[in-house]
């Protein structure tokens, strides 16, 4: 069993810049593959960036390329999402999730969910 629980969220001008965590329990956090989704209103939720349980592999969704970046200190049990040039389209809910694959870009494979974490981004 792992508890999830996102923090950072926020309201931000266009162009700069948050850091979202996700603060996990349970002593199994480092066999996980850990990822963030988001879901802006009316529209489903989307996967924006996976790691795999090392930390070696990440995937990021096209649409945060070169923009966001996650990582993952298991010695913490935390993962990080560094979002930097963040737009209007960033706005959004953003959930952190545990499961066996980090590049799973669909929600039926992640087995562990937070509560998520509202980012704002003005114009």
């Known amino acids: 069993q792992v508890q999830l629980v996102e923090s950072g969220g926020g309201l931000v001008q266009a162009g700069g810049s948050l850091r979202l965590s996700c603060a996990a329990s349970g002593r199994t956090f480092s066999t996980y593959a850990m990822g963030w989704f988001r879901q802006a209103p009316g529209k489903e939720r989307e996967f924006v960036a996976g790691?795999?349980?090392?930390?070696?592999?990440?995937y990021y969704t096209d649409s945060v390329k070169a923009r966001f970046t996650i990582s993952r200190d298991n010695a913490k049990n935390t993962v990080y999402l560094q979002m930097n040039s963040l737009k209007p389209e960033d706005t959004a809910v953003y959930y952190c999730a545990a499961g066996p694959l980090f590049y799973a870009n669909y929600e039926s494979r992640w087995d562990y969910w937070g509560q998520g974490t509202q980012v704002t981004v003005s114009s």
């Open positions: 790691t795999s349980a090392s930390g070696s592999n990440l």
